[in-house]
């Protein structure tokens, strides 16, 4: 089903700079061929109807930031973490990133497909249509191989878009150690070439302890030349300049931002780079967030995602991460929501998703709340009722 007429919308989200009341959005051949109020809406035409019930519909969540392909468990070092281990000790003791990289290396790709599969289909079910998956759990070439591979049949069979990201500069590996420079050579010379045709993006760690801002460089400029647009890990633990780079390379977006400052907030504003919050971590790990409102002020283009991965954010819907934006980050409601659909579109280069308006993709959330408000206003509750995607429902509670 890729045409629907969906009527009596309590309160429809357009991220087109308003909000509609008494609302209809019809689909035609999966993209929105209207949306507006219900006065001025074309002929049913004998499309499937949904009756919305005076309920609030909003654009499909682009969640912009993921690290779903993993496998093992480090709920231990969630309790070592709570006892008063920092996330820097836990990875010194080889926990952390690394005790991932181990058991994601032993896992296979089926293996690796049903874990992240199931990840997906709860992401569905609360409201992601479209996602970006980074690999970075692997740090040889073989697994993120795997990884990518994995990511891309996501997309292949489930019904969410997806866009990859080589994240093969997450860690230095345990065998490149006393060679760290070496590693990035290695990250260079063979991986970048070997996972070109499967990322859409290229990421780098960029912290104390990892990576550095001159080895970040060198990889990103080799992406680059390759097709391969940055996106940064950047000021989370510390603030080492990821932000700064991500200005100067125009890179996709910078993320995390924990320890960003209000001149790199106008530098990234300047330079169009995207601010890709993950309040999930900041949250988890017990530390300050960052301020959404001053980089929203500053001009920049903010999203917000959810940083699924097995150690500082294992959270799969964004609901939460919504209301962490507006309670903790100091976003409006209406801003978050846009951080949350419109921001994390614009920032993974989607431009037809994260609107509802006409000639954009029919990704679609029927809420059972009249506002979009409930999602950060009731965050433990959940309140998608049907996920539309392309015009197709994907996932309904009834």
Not at 77 to 100: K, M, N, P, V, W
Not at 333 to 355: N, P
Request: net charge negative; with cysteine.
């Amino acid at each position: 089903m890729s045409d629907l007429f969906l009527t009596e919308i309590g309160e429809l989200t357009t991220n087109d700079g308003e909000v509609v009341t008494n609302a209809v959005v019809v689909v035609d051949d999966g993209g929105v061929s209207f949306a507006g109020p219900s006065a001025d809406a074309p002929e049913h035409r004998g499309r499937p109807l949904i009756d919305c019930e005076k309920r609030a519909v909003i654009p499909g969540f682009v969640d912009a930031h993921t690290h779903l392909v993993f496998a093992g468990d480090r709920s231990d070092e969630f309790r070592r973490r709570l006892a008063g281990e920092s996330y820097s000790e836990i990875g010194a003791a080889g926990g952390g990133i690394l005790a991932t990289v181990a058991a994601t290396r032993d896992a296979t790709a089926e293996d690796l497909f049903e874990l992240a599969a199931g990840r997906v289909r709860r992401m569905i079910s609360g409201g992601t249509t479209s996602l970006e998956i980074k690999s970075g759990y692997g740090l040889d070439l073989e697994t993120e191989l795997r990884m990518l591979e994995v990511a891309r049949r996501i997309g292949e069979e489930l019904p969410v878009d997806v866009k990859t990201t080589f994240l093969g500069a997450h860690s230095v590996p345990p065998e490149h150690k006393k060679d760290p420079d070496g590693y990035v050579d290695l990250v260079i010379e063979e991986m970048l070439p070997a996972v070109s045709g499967l990322a859409d993006y290229c990421d780098v760690f960029v912290e104390e302890g990892v990576f550095t801002v001159e080895q970040a460089r060198r990889i990103f400029e080799a992406g680059a030349a390759i097709g391969m647009p940055a996106r940064v890990h950047a000021e989370q633990l510390s603030h080492l300049g990821g932000a700064g780079l991500a200005a100067e390379l125009g890179a996709a977006s910078a993320d995390h931002l924990d320890h960003v400052t209000p001149e790199d907030a106008t530098a990234l504003s300047e330079a169009g780079v995207s601010a890709v919050l993950v309040p999930g971590a900041a949250y988890t790990l017990g530390s300050p967030q960052p301020s959404g409102a001053m980089l929203w002020d500053a001009g920049c283009t903010v999203a917000v995602a959810t940083d699924c991965n097995p150690g500082t954010s294992y959270m799969e819907t964004m609901s939460l991460v919504i209301s962490l934006a507006v309670v903790q980050m100091g976003l409006t409601v209406e801003q978050a929501i846009w951080a949350a659909t419109r921001g994390g579109a614009l920032s993974l280069g989607f431009d037809d998703k994260g609107t509802i308006r006409q000639g954009s993709s029919a990704d679609l959330l029927v809420l059972d709340a009249p506002t979009a408000a409930h999602i950060p206003y009731r965050p433990a509750s959940d309140l998608v009722a049907t996920t539309i995607k392309a015009g197709s429902i994907v996932s309904e509670i009834r």
